[in-house]
Protein backbone atom coordinates (compact mmCIF):
# COMPACT_ATOMS: atom_id res chain seq x y z
CA UNK A 1 0.00 0.00 0.00
CA UNK A 2 2.86 2.36 0.81
CA UNK A 3 5.54 1.06 -1.98
CA UNK A 4 5.22 4.23 -3.91
CA UNK A 5 5.50 6.35 -1.14
CA UNK A 6 8.38 4.46 0.02
CA UNK A 7 10.09 4.53 -2.89
CA UNK A 8 10.05 8.59 -3.17
CA UNK A 9 10.99 8.49 0.58
CA UNK A 10 14.38 5.91 -0.52
CA UNK A 11 14.97 8.61 -3.53
CA UNK A 12 14.70 11.71 -0.59
CA UNK A 13 17.60 10.02 1.47
CA UNK A 14 20.40 12.28 0.53
CA UNK A 15 17.85 15.54 0.36
CA UNK A 16 17.80 17.40 3.19
CA UNK A 17 14.78 19.91 3.97
CA UNK A 18 17.55 22.58 4.15
CA UNK A 19 17.76 21.94 0.47
CA UNK A 20 14.49 21.63 -0.31
CA UNK A 21 13.93 25.40 0.95
CA UNK A 22 16.91 26.26 -1.08
CA UNK A 23 15.71 24.75 -3.83
CA UNK A 24 12.48 26.63 -3.75
CA UNK A 25 11.70 30.24 -2.38
CA UNK A 26 8.09 29.74 -1.63
CA UNK A 27 8.24 26.30 -0.14
CA UNK A 28 7.00 27.77 3.20
CA UNK A 29 3.86 28.70 2.11
CA UNK A 30 3.25 25.84 -0.35
CA UNK A 31 3.70 23.28 2.54
CA UNK A 32 1.55 24.92 4.62
CA UNK A 33 -2.53 25.28 5.16
CA UNK A 34 -4.24 28.66 6.28
CA UNK A 35 -7.41 28.38 7.86
CA UNK A 36 -9.65 31.07 10.00
CA UNK A 37 -6.59 32.63 11.95
CA UNK A 38 -4.70 29.15 12.01
CA UNK A 39 -1.56 28.20 9.88
CA UNK A 40 -0.62 24.47 9.89
CA UNK A 41 2.89 24.72 8.50
CA UNK A 42 4.58 21.41 7.18
CA UNK A 43 7.13 23.19 5.37
CA UNK A 44 9.60 21.57 7.47
CA UNK A 45 9.45 17.83 6.69
CA UNK A 46 10.99 16.21 3.95
CA UNK A 47 7.44 16.44 1.70
CA UNK A 48 7.87 17.17 -1.56
CA UNK A 49 4.89 18.12 -4.47
CA UNK A 50 5.72 14.29 -5.65
CA UNK A 51 4.99 13.06 -1.95
CA UNK A 52 2.23 14.83 -1.75
CA UNK A 53 0.62 14.25 -4.40
CA UNK A 54 1.31 9.97 -3.44
CA UNK A 55 -0.39 11.03 -0.01
CA UNK A 56 -2.66 12.34 -1.96
CA UNK A 57 -3.88 9.93 -4.05
CA UNK A 58 -3.36 7.18 -1.21
CA UNK A 59 -6.33 9.42 0.97
CA UNK A 60 -8.54 9.18 -2.49
CA UNK A 61 -7.40 5.34 -3.24
CA UNK A 62 -8.60 4.74 0.61
CA UNK A 63 -12.02 6.36 -0.42
CA UNK A 64 -11.25 8.98 2.81
CA UNK A 65 -14.13 11.56 1.24
CA UNK A 66 -16.94 9.36 0.96
CA UNK A 67 -16.14 7.68 4.56
CA UNK A 68 -15.98 11.31 6.09
CA UNK A 69 -19.39 11.63 4.30
CA UNK A 70 -20.77 8.33 5.78
CA UNK A 71 -19.84 9.67 8.82
CA UNK A 72 -21.63 12.99 9.12
CA UNK A 73 -24.31 11.41 7.47
CA UNK A 74 -24.66 9.14 10.52
CA UNK A 75 -24.05 5.92 8.92
CA UNK A 76 -23.22 2.98 10.96
CA UNK A 77 -19.42 3.19 10.09
CA UNK A 78 -18.16 1.79 13.54
CA UNK A 79 -19.09 -1.30 12.19
CA UNK A 80 -17.63 -3.54 15.15
CA UNK A 81 -20.47 -2.08 17.37
CA UNK A 82 -22.94 -1.55 14.58
CA UNK A 83 -23.41 2.04 15.78
CA UNK A 84 -23.26 5.31 14.17
CA UNK A 85 -20.41 7.78 14.80
CA UNK A 86 -21.93 11.45 15.65
CA UNK A 87 -20.13 13.91 18.14
CA UNK A 88 -20.25 16.32 15.24
CA UNK A 89 -24.13 16.13 15.87
CA UNK A 90 -23.20 17.61 19.32
CA UNK A 91 -21.73 20.89 17.80
CA UNK A 92 -24.55 21.14 14.81
CA UNK A 93 -25.59 24.33 16.62
CA UNK A 94 -27.04 25.59 12.75
CA UNK A 95 -29.06 22.63 13.30
CA UNK A 96 -28.62 20.72 10.47
CA UNK A 97 -31.14 17.33 10.49
CA UNK A 98 -28.75 14.46 11.55
CA UNK A 99 -30.64 11.17 10.72
CA UNK A 100 -29.50 8.30 12.40
CA UNK A 101 -32.12 5.53 11.11
CA UNK A 102 -34.68 7.76 9.23
CA UNK A 103 -35.11 9.75 12.63
CA UNK A 104 -33.36 13.59 13.29
CA UNK A 105 -31.34 13.28 16.31
CA UNK A 106 -30.79 17.34 16.40
CA UNK A 107 -34.25 17.83 18.74
CA UNK A 108 -33.06 16.15 21.59
CA UNK A 109 -29.28 17.27 20.72
CA UNK A 110 -30.18 20.65 21.48
CA UNK A 111 -32.76 19.90 24.11
CA UNK A 112 -29.99 18.55 26.16
CA UNK A 113 -27.87 21.63 25.53
CA UNK A 114 -30.70 23.90 26.61
CA UNK A 115 -31.19 21.71 29.94
CA UNK A 116 -27.34 21.74 30.61
CA UNK A 117 -27.49 26.23 29.76
CA UNK A 118 -30.24 26.20 32.20
CA UNK A 119 -28.54 24.13 35.03
CA UNK A 120 -25.40 25.71 34.48
CA UNK A 121 -26.39 29.36 34.69
CA UNK A 122 -28.64 28.42 38.17
CA UNK A 123 -25.83 26.83 39.80
CA UNK A 124 -23.33 29.70 38.42
CA UNK A 125 -25.93 32.59 39.31
CA UNK A 126 -26.30 30.84 42.86
CA UNK A 127 -29.97 29.15 42.13
CA UNK A 128 -29.38 25.92 42.45
CA UNK A 129 -27.28 25.34 45.84
CA UNK A 130 -25.75 23.12 48.60
CA UNK A 131 -26.94 22.79 52.08
CA UNK A 132 -24.07 25.30 53.30
CA UNK A 133 -24.99 27.76 50.30
CA UNK A 134 -24.49 28.42 46.89
CA UNK A 135 -21.96 25.91 45.05
CA UNK A 136 -18.38 27.01 45.55
CA UNK A 137 -16.49 23.53 43.89
CA UNK A 138 -17.61 20.40 41.24
CA UNK A 139 -16.25 17.59 41.25
CA UNK A 140 -15.91 15.85 37.92
CA UNK A 141 -15.72 11.92 38.85
CA UNK A 142 -14.87 10.41 35.69
CA UNK A 143 -12.13 8.74 33.59
CA UNK A 144 -10.73 8.03 30.35
CA UNK A 145 -13.14 9.91 27.91
CA UNK A 146 -14.90 11.13 30.55
CA UNK A 147 -12.62 12.93 32.39
CA UNK A 148 -9.20 13.48 30.15
CA UNK A 149 -11.70 16.10 27.80
CA UNK A 150 -13.17 17.75 30.09
CA UNK A 151 -10.18 18.32 32.22
CA UNK A 152 -8.17 18.87 29.30
CA UNK A 153 -10.30 22.00 28.22
CA UNK A 154 -11.16 23.23 31.22
CA UNK A 155 -7.85 23.80 32.08
CA UNK A 156 -6.99 25.62 28.77
CA UNK A 157 -9.60 28.01 28.79
CA UNK A 158 -8.75 29.27 32.63
CA UNK A 159 -8.28 32.58 31.75
CA UNK A 160 -12.03 32.13 30.68
CA UNK A 161 -13.49 31.12 34.24
CA UNK A 162 -16.22 33.00 36.23
CA UNK A 163 -18.25 30.39 37.35
CA UNK A 164 -17.20 27.78 40.34
CA UNK A 165 -13.94 25.88 41.10
CA UNK A 166 -13.41 22.45 39.18
CA UNK A 167 -11.69 19.74 40.37
CA UNK A 168 -11.55 16.34 38.55
CA UNK A 169 -11.22 12.69 40.06
CA UNK A 170 -10.64 9.83 37.69
CA UNK A 171 -7.92 7.09 39.48
CA UNK A 172 -9.35 4.53 41.80
CA UNK A 173 -5.91 5.28 43.62
CA UNK A 174 -7.97 6.53 46.38
CA UNK A 175 -5.26 8.93 46.79
CA UNK A 176 -7.16 11.22 43.92
CA UNK A 177 -10.47 11.21 45.41
CA UNK A 178 -8.64 12.01 48.85
CA UNK A 179 -7.10 14.78 48.26
CA UNK A 180 -9.48 16.57 46.17
CA UNK A 181 -12.38 16.15 48.58
CA UNK A 182 -10.02 16.76 51.91
CA UNK A 183 -9.78 20.34 50.72
CA UNK A 184 -13.91 20.60 49.73
CA UNK A 185 -16.90 21.68 51.83
CA UNK A 186 -19.50 19.36 51.04
CA UNK A 187 -22.25 21.88 51.84
CA UNK A 188 -20.73 23.78 48.65
CA UNK A 189 -19.48 20.76 46.48
CA UNK A 190 -21.16 19.37 43.80
CA UNK A 191 -20.19 16.05 42.39
CA UNK A 192 -20.52 15.33 38.44
CA UNK A 193 -20.61 11.05 37.83
CA UNK A 194 -19.62 10.92 34.63
CA UNK A 195 -19.47 7.65 32.56
CA UNK A 196 -21.04 6.58 29.20
CA UNK A 197 -21.72 3.39 30.50
CA UNK A 198 -22.46 4.09 34.39
CA UNK A 199 -20.78 0.85 35.02
CA UNK A 200 -16.85 1.62 34.77
CA UNK A 201 -15.32 0.30 38.22
CA UNK A 202 -13.07 3.32 39.05
CA UNK A 203 -15.68 5.71 38.57
CA UNK A 204 -18.77 3.94 40.39
CA UNK A 205 -15.92 3.63 43.21
CA UNK A 206 -15.40 6.92 43.41
CA UNK A 207 -18.59 8.14 43.08
CA UNK A 208 -20.04 5.58 45.95
CA UNK A 209 -16.77 7.37 48.03
CA UNK A 210 -17.99 10.66 47.45
CA UNK A 211 -21.62 9.75 47.77
CA UNK A 212 -20.54 8.52 51.49
CA UNK A 213 -18.58 11.72 51.81
CA UNK A 214 -21.42 13.85 50.92
CA UNK A 215 -24.12 11.60 53.01
CA UNK A 216 -21.94 12.45 56.43
CA UNK A 217 -22.34 15.61 56.12
CA UNK A 218 -25.37 17.13 54.32
CA UNK A 219 -28.96 16.30 54.56
CA UNK A 220 -29.78 15.66 51.08
CA UNK A 221 -26.54 14.20 48.97
CA UNK A 222 -28.35 13.28 45.90
CA UNK A 223 -29.55 16.84 45.71
CA UNK A 224 -25.42 17.49 45.17
CA UNK A 225 -25.23 15.25 42.92
CA UNK A 226 -25.61 15.48 39.24
CA UNK A 227 -24.89 12.14 36.71
CA UNK A 228 -23.99 12.33 32.72
CA UNK A 229 -24.31 9.23 31.06
CA UNK A 230 -26.02 7.09 28.22
CA UNK A 231 -27.02 4.59 30.95
CA UNK A 232 -30.03 5.63 32.26
CA UNK A 233 -31.50 2.84 34.12
CA UNK A 234 -28.23 2.79 36.06
CA UNK A 235 -27.97 6.60 36.91
CA UNK A 236 -31.64 6.08 38.42
CA UNK A 237 -30.04 2.80 40.62
CA UNK A 238 -27.53 4.68 41.65
CA UNK A 239 -30.07 7.31 43.09
CA UNK A 240 -29.39 10.54 40.85
CA UNK A 241 -33.02 12.00 39.65
CA UNK A 242 -34.01 12.02 36.61
CA UNK A 243 -33.90 15.64 36.34
CA UNK A 244 -30.24 16.00 37.26
CA UNK A 245 -29.05 13.30 34.49
CA UNK A 246 -27.86 14.30 31.11
CA UNK A 247 -27.95 11.78 28.67
CA UNK A 248 -26.37 11.09 25.20
CA UNK A 249 -26.69 8.66 22.79
CA UNK A 250 -24.27 5.60 22.04
CA UNK A 251 -23.17 6.63 18.65
CA UNK A 252 -20.80 9.36 20.61
CA UNK A 253 -17.84 7.51 21.48
CA UNK A 254 -16.05 8.12 25.46
CA UNK A 255 -13.24 9.56 23.77
CA UNK A 256 -15.53 11.81 21.37
CA UNK A 257 -17.71 13.19 24.43
CA UNK A 258 -16.48 16.37 25.39
CA UNK A 259 -19.36 18.20 23.01
CA UNK A 260 -21.97 16.97 24.86
CA UNK A 261 -23.06 16.53 28.75
CA UNK A 262 -19.62 15.34 29.30
CA UNK A 263 -18.52 18.92 28.59
CA UNK A 264 -20.30 19.98 31.30
CA UNK A 265 -18.24 20.89 33.97
CA UNK A 266 -16.19 22.77 31.04
CA UNK A 267 -19.54 24.98 30.72
CA UNK A 268 -20.16 25.28 34.46
CA UNK A 269 -16.49 26.90 34.67
CA UNK A 270 -16.51 29.28 31.52
CA UNK A 271 -20.53 29.44 31.32
CA UNK A 272 -22.71 28.46 28.57
CA UNK A 273 -21.80 31.16 25.74
CA UNK A 274 -17.86 30.61 25.98
CA UNK A 275 -18.80 26.83 25.86
CA UNK A 276 -21.16 27.46 22.64
CA UNK A 277 -18.20 29.69 21.27
CA UNK A 278 -16.23 26.47 21.95
CA UNK A 279 -18.68 23.78 19.66
CA UNK A 280 -18.50 26.92 16.96
CA UNK A 281 -15.23 26.30 16.86
CA UNK A 282 -15.28 22.82 16.44
CA UNK A 283 -18.33 22.97 13.89
CA UNK A 284 -16.52 25.60 11.51
CA UNK A 285 -13.27 22.71 11.29
CA UNK A 286 -16.21 20.33 10.47
CA UNK A 287 -17.06 22.24 7.63
CA UNK A 288 -13.70 22.72 6.74
CA UNK A 289 -13.18 19.24 6.25
CA UNK A 290 -15.91 19.01 4.77
CA UNK A 291 -15.59 21.44 2.23
CA UNK A 292 -11.96 22.14 1.86
CA UNK A 293 -9.96 19.90 -1.32
CA UNK A 294 -7.34 17.68 0.13
CA UNK A 295 -4.36 20.35 0.14
CA UNK A 296 -5.93 22.72 1.43
CA UNK A 297 -7.74 20.48 4.06
CA UNK A 298 -5.87 20.98 7.46
CA UNK A 299 -7.10 17.49 9.23
CA UNK A 300 -5.83 15.86 6.01
CA UNK A 301 -2.81 17.15 5.47
CA UNK A 302 -1.85 17.01 9.15
CA UNK A 303 -3.22 13.15 8.86
CA UNK A 304 -1.02 12.56 5.71
CA UNK A 305 1.70 13.96 7.10
CA UNK A 306 1.34 11.67 10.42
CA UNK A 307 1.18 8.96 7.95
CA UNK A 308 4.24 9.90 5.96
CA UNK A 309 6.08 10.15 9.09
CA UNK A 310 5.16 6.67 10.53
CA UNK A 311 3.54 4.20 8.09
CA UNK A 312 6.16 5.42 5.23
CA UNK A 313 9.34 6.61 7.31
CA UNK A 314 8.73 3.88 9.72
CA UNK A 315 9.48 6.57 12.61
CA UNK A 316 8.17 4.71 15.95
CA UNK A 317 6.41 7.49 17.60
CA UNK A 318 4.96 11.47 17.22
CA UNK A 319 5.36 14.02 20.12
CA UNK A 320 2.78 16.45 20.50
CA UNK A 321 4.64 19.97 21.90
CA UNK A 322 2.06 22.70 22.94
CA UNK A 323 4.05 25.46 23.88
CA UNK A 324 0.99 26.88 26.24
CA UNK A 325 1.25 25.66 29.82
CA UNK A 326 -2.98 25.44 29.96
CA UNK A 327 -2.45 22.74 27.27
CA UNK A 328 -0.38 20.66 29.53
CA UNK A 329 -3.10 17.70 29.42
CA UNK A 330 -3.43 17.89 25.95
CA UNK A 331 -0.55 15.14 25.23
CA UNK A 332 -2.36 12.86 27.49
CA UNK A 333 -5.93 13.82 25.40
CA UNK A 334 -4.30 13.22 22.36
CA UNK A 335 -2.91 9.84 24.03
CA UNK A 336 -6.55 8.07 24.27
CA UNK A 337 -7.74 10.28 20.95
CA UNK A 338 -5.09 8.52 18.75
CA UNK A 339 -3.94 5.52 20.69
CA UNK A 340 -7.33 4.36 21.61
CA UNK A 341 -8.76 5.14 18.19
CA UNK A 342 -5.83 3.63 15.95
CA UNK A 343 -4.07 1.37 18.04
CA UNK A 344 -4.97 -1.94 16.40
CA UNK A 345 -3.60 -4.80 14.41
CA UNK A 346 -6.56 -5.85 12.58
CA UNK A 347 -8.83 -3.79 9.42
CA UNK A 348 -12.26 -3.94 10.00
CA UNK A 349 -12.80 -7.13 7.92
CA UNK A 350 -10.57 -8.89 10.65
CA UNK A 351 -7.50 -9.73 8.08
CA UNK A 352 -4.23 -8.16 9.73
CA UNK A 353 -2.37 -4.93 8.54
CA UNK A 354 -0.47 -4.44 6.02
CA UNK A 355 1.57 -2.09 7.70
CA UNK A 356 2.03 -0.19 11.16
CA UNK A 357 -0.64 0.69 12.91
CA UNK A 358 -1.25 4.41 14.26
CA UNK A 359 2.02 5.60 16.41
CA UNK A 360 2.69 6.50 19.90
CA UNK A 361 1.59 9.88 20.88
CA UNK A 362 3.30 11.32 23.30
CA UNK A 363 4.41 14.86 24.39
CA UNK A 364 5.12 17.71 27.09
CA UNK A 365 4.09 21.60 26.97
CA UNK A 366 7.37 23.37 25.86
CA UNK A 367 9.69 25.30 27.75
CA UNK A 368 9.28 22.40 29.95
CA UNK A 369 10.15 19.89 27.99
CA UNK A 370 13.16 21.32 26.52
CA UNK A 371 15.07 20.62 29.45
CA UNK A 372 14.39 17.11 29.97
CA UNK A 373 14.00 14.55 26.83
CA UNK A 374 14.84 17.33 24.59
CA UNK A 375 18.20 15.98 24.14
CA UNK A 376 17.08 12.87 22.34
CA UNK A 377 14.51 14.27 20.07
CA UNK A 378 18.12 16.67 18.72
CA UNK A 379 20.56 14.11 19.12
CA UNK A 380 19.58 10.86 19.94
CA UNK A 381 19.27 7.67 17.17
CA UNK A 382 16.15 7.77 16.78
CA UNK A 383 13.95 10.36 14.75
CA UNK A 384 10.90 11.81 16.33
CA UNK A 385 8.77 13.73 14.56
CA UNK A 386 7.50 16.77 16.45
CA UNK A 387 4.32 18.36 16.76
CA UNK A 388 4.71 22.03 17.78
CA UNK A 389 1.68 24.35 18.61
CA UNK A 390 1.92 27.76 19.78
CA UNK A 391 -0.53 31.17 19.88
CA UNK A 392 0.94 34.14 19.02
CA UNK A 393 0.16 36.13 21.50
CA UNK A 394 -1.10 35.02 25.23
CA UNK A 395 -3.82 36.39 27.55
CA UNK A 396 -1.56 37.97 29.73
CA UNK A 397 -0.66 41.68 28.34
CA UNK A 398 1.32 42.40 31.62
CA UNK A 399 3.62 39.02 30.70
CA UNK A 400 3.87 39.86 26.99
CA UNK A 401 7.79 39.63 27.22
CA UNK A 402 7.01 35.86 28.43
CA UNK A 403 5.04 35.08 25.88
CA UNK A 404 7.80 36.39 23.32
CA UNK A 405 10.29 34.04 24.74
CA UNK A 406 7.62 31.12 24.74
CA UNK A 407 7.09 31.48 21.10
CA UNK A 408 11.14 32.32 19.73
CA UNK A 409 11.68 28.86 21.95
CA UNK A 410 9.12 27.06 20.01
CA UNK A 411 10.36 28.37 16.53
CA UNK A 412 13.70 28.03 17.98
CA UNK A 413 13.34 24.07 18.19
CA UNK A 414 11.99 23.23 15.03
CA UNK A 415 14.29 25.61 13.08
CA UNK A 416 17.32 23.91 15.16
CA UNK A 417 15.66 20.06 14.76
CA UNK A 418 15.67 21.30 10.90
CA UNK A 419 19.17 23.05 11.14
CA UNK A 420 20.92 20.99 13.21
CA UNK A 421 24.82 21.99 13.73
CA UNK A 422 27.55 20.43 11.38
CA UNK A 423 30.73 19.36 12.84
CA UNK A 424 32.55 22.22 11.21
CA UNK A 425 30.29 24.44 13.01
CA UNK A 426 30.88 22.91 15.96
CA UNK A 427 34.49 23.05 15.82
CA UNK A 428 34.54 26.70 15.71
CA UNK A 429 31.74 27.23 18.16
CA UNK A 430 34.27 25.28 20.39
CA UNK A 431 37.41 27.47 19.04
CA UNK A 432 35.48 30.62 19.93
CA UNK A 433 35.32 29.90 23.21
CA UNK A 434 38.66 29.88 24.17
CA UNK A 435 39.31 25.53 23.68
CA UNK A 436 41.72 24.30 21.54
CA UNK A 437 43.73 21.09 20.58
CA UNK A 438 42.53 18.16 22.69
CA UNK A 439 39.91 19.64 24.49
CA UNK A 440 38.44 21.17 21.45
CA UNK A 441 38.36 17.58 19.46
CA UNK A 442 37.22 16.06 23.05
CA UNK A 443 33.75 18.28 22.94
CA UNK A 444 33.71 18.15 19.35
CA UNK A 445 31.42 15.50 17.84
CA UNK A 446 29.20 15.57 21.15
CA UNK A 447 28.32 19.58 19.67
CA UNK A 448 26.88 18.04 16.39
CA UNK A 449 23.26 18.19 16.13
CA UNK A 450 22.43 15.55 12.52
CA UNK A 451 19.13 18.36 11.82
CA UNK A 452 16.64 16.83 8.89
CA UNK A 453 14.82 16.24 11.69
CA UNK A 454 10.76 16.66 10.64
CA UNK A 455 8.63 18.88 12.45
CA UNK A 456 5.39 20.48 12.00
CA UNK A 457 3.92 23.63 13.86
CA UNK A 458 0.08 24.70 14.32
CA UNK A 459 0.01 28.30 14.89
CA UNK A 460 -3.02 30.39 16.02
CA UNK A 461 -3.64 33.75 17.20
CA UNK A 462 -4.73 33.01 20.68
CA UNK A 463 -6.26 30.18 22.81
CA UNK A 464 -9.86 31.31 22.68
CA UNK A 465 -12.56 29.06 23.27
CA UNK A 466 -13.65 29.21 19.81
CA UNK A 467 -9.78 28.09 18.47
CA UNK A 468 -9.51 25.45 20.94
CA UNK A 469 -13.09 23.99 19.52
CA UNK A 470 -11.46 23.78 15.85
CA UNK A 471 -7.83 22.25 17.52
CA UNK A 472 -9.93 19.64 18.88
CA UNK A 473 -11.99 19.18 16.22
CA UNK A 474 -8.72 18.84 13.87
CA UNK A 475 -7.26 16.16 15.65
CA UNK A 476 -10.27 14.58 15.62
CA UNK A 477 -10.82 14.35 11.77
CA UNK A 478 -6.92 13.47 11.68
CA UNK A 479 -7.24 10.27 13.72
CA UNK A 480 -10.55 9.54 11.39
CA UNK A 481 -8.26 10.31 8.12
CA UNK A 482 -5.62 8.37 9.84
CA UNK A 483 -7.99 5.10 10.72
CA UNK A 484 -9.40 5.21 6.94
CA UNK A 485 -5.95 5.30 5.72
CA UNK A 486 -5.45 1.99 7.67
CA UNK A 487 -8.69 0.43 6.88
CA UNK A 488 -9.56 0.27 10.62
CA UNK A 489 -12.39 1.11 12.68
CA UNK A 490 -11.07 3.91 15.20
CA UNK A 491 -14.48 3.71 17.06
CA UNK A 492 -13.98 0.64 19.23
CA UNK A 493 -11.88 -0.07 21.97
CA UNK A 494 -11.60 -3.96 22.78
CA UNK A 495 -8.13 -3.80 23.91
CA UNK A 496 -9.22 -2.38 27.16
CA UNK A 497 -11.10 -4.74 28.09
CA UNK A 498 -9.14 -8.19 29.05
CA UNK A 499 -7.20 -5.98 31.91
CA UNK A 500 -10.60 -4.62 33.30
CA UNK A 501 -11.87 -8.50 33.49
CA UNK A 502 -8.59 -9.83 34.48
CA UNK A 503 -8.73 -6.84 37.28
CA UNK A 504 -11.87 -8.18 38.36
CA UNK A 505 -10.54 -11.95 38.96
CA UNK A 506 -7.31 -10.96 40.76
CA UNK A 507 -9.48 -8.55 43.54
CA UNK A 508 -10.95 -11.30 45.14
CA UNK A 509 -7.67 -13.09 44.86
CA UNK A 510 -5.41 -10.10 46.77
CA UNK A 511 -8.74 -10.15 49.86
CA UNK A 512 -7.61 -14.19 49.86
CA UNK A 513 -11.46 -15.05 49.08
CA UNK A 514 -10.55 -16.26 46.03
CA UNK A 515 -7.37 -18.77 45.23
CA UNK A 516 -4.12 -17.84 42.82
CA UNK A 517 -4.11 -21.77 41.46
CA UNK A 518 -5.17 -20.64 38.25
CA UNK A 519 -2.24 -17.92 37.68
CA UNK A 520 1.11 -17.77 35.67
CA UNK A 521 4.33 -17.67 38.36
CA UNK A 522 5.00 -14.09 38.39
CA UNK A 523 1.24 -12.95 39.07
CA UNK A 524 1.19 -15.37 41.93
CA UNK A 525 4.45 -14.33 43.31
CA UNK A 526 3.11 -10.56 43.12
CA UNK A 527 -0.19 -11.30 44.94
CA UNK A 528 1.92 -13.09 47.68
CA UNK A 529 4.21 -10.21 48.54
CA UNK A 530 1.08 -7.77 48.50
CA UNK A 531 -0.59 -10.13 50.45
CA UNK A 532 2.92 -10.77 52.98
CA UNK A 533 2.80 -6.90 53.26
CA UNK A 534 -0.53 -6.49 54.21
CA UNK A 535 -0.16 -9.23 56.90
CA UNK A 536 2.96 -7.47 58.18
O1 LIG B 1 -17.51 6.76 30.30
P1 LIG B 1 -17.26 5.38 30.74
O2 LIG B 1 -18.30 4.42 30.26
O3 LIG B 1 -17.10 5.32 32.24
O4 LIG B 1 -15.92 4.90 30.10
C1 LIG B 1 -14.70 5.49 30.42
C2 LIG B 1 -13.57 4.98 29.55
O5 LIG B 1 -13.30 3.64 29.87
C3 LIG B 1 -13.17 2.64 28.88
O6 LIG B 1 -12.42 1.59 29.40
C4 LIG B 1 -12.62 3.06 27.57
O7 LIG B 1 -11.30 2.65 27.39
C5 LIG B 1 -12.71 4.53 27.30
O8 LIG B 1 -12.91 4.72 25.93
C6 LIG B 1 -13.80 5.19 28.08
O9 LIG B 1 -13.81 6.56 27.77
Redesign the pocket.
Known amino acids: MYDRLKALAEALNAQDIVTLFAQDEGRASAFSVRHDGMLLDYSKTRITDAVRAGLIDLAETRQVAARRDAMFAGQAINETEGRAVLHTALRNLEARPVLVEGRDVMPEVLETLARMERFAEDLRAGRIKGQGGAITDVVNI???????GPDMATRALAPYHDGPRCHFVSNVDGADIHDVLSRLDPGRTLVIV???????I??MTNARTARDWMAGAVDAPAEQFVAV?SALDRTAEFGIAPERVFGFADWV???Y?LWGP?GLPLMIAVGPADFRAFLSGGADMDAHFCKSPMSENMPVMLALTGVWHHQVCGYPTRAVLPYDQRLARLPAYLQ?LEM?SNGKRVTMAGDDLQGPCGPIVWGEPGTNGQHAFYQLIHQGTQVVPCEFMVAATGHEPELAHHHRLLVANCLAQSEALMVGRSLEQAREMIAAAGLTDDALERQARHRVFPGNRPSTTLIYDRLTPRRLGQIIALYEHRVFVEGVILGINSFD?WG??LG?VLAGELEPILTGEASAEEKDGSTRALVAFVRGCAEG
Request: proline letters at 0%; charged letters at 20%.
Open positions: GIGGSHLASKTFTTETSGGRSIQEQVEK
